[in-house]
Nanobody, 118 residues
Framework: QVQLMETGGGLAQPGESLTLSCETY????????MGWYRQVPGKQRELVAV???????DIAESLKGRVTISRGHAKNSVHLQMNNLKAEDSGVYYC????????????WGQGTQVTVSS
């Protein structure tokens, strides 16, 4: 079982930047896609950005131009930088890892709260 540990959430003001990090001690994730989803109360969890194993990136259309996703050198971590934060960016952000080969499996972190408010 891969355990994903998120850091970096908290309170930010509109227009500021915030970086979320996710790390695991399980080096097998270097073979997995990794990224972030978020969820606000009353809504479904939605994609923020995911780095695919081959290097491709899936980013929510509404966030293009404001988020940057990258993996750590050892490939067992993933970082999300969000710029020009807006109130609607508030929510719980979940680290995500996905094994795309059999058995296909998804892993989730516990989530970290991001609140954007003046």
């Amino acid at each position: 079982q891969v355990q994903l540990m998120e850091t970096g959430g908290g309170l930010a003001q509109p227009g500021e930047s915030l970086t979320l990090s996710c790390e695991t001690y399980d080096s097998v994730v270097m073979l997995y896609a990794m990224g972030w989803y978020r969820q606000v109360p009353g809504k479904q969890r939605e994609l923020v950005a995911v780095l695919r194993r081959g290097g491709g990136i899936d980013i929510a259309e509404s966030l293009k131009g404001r988020v940057t996703i990258s993996r750590g050198h050892a490939k067992n971590s993933v970082h999300l930088q969000m710029n020009n934060l807006k109130a609607e960016d508030s929510g719980v952000y979940y680290c995500y890892a996905r094994r795309d080969y059999e058995p296909r499996t998804e892993y989730w972190g516990q989530g970290t709260q991001v609140t954007v408010s003046s």
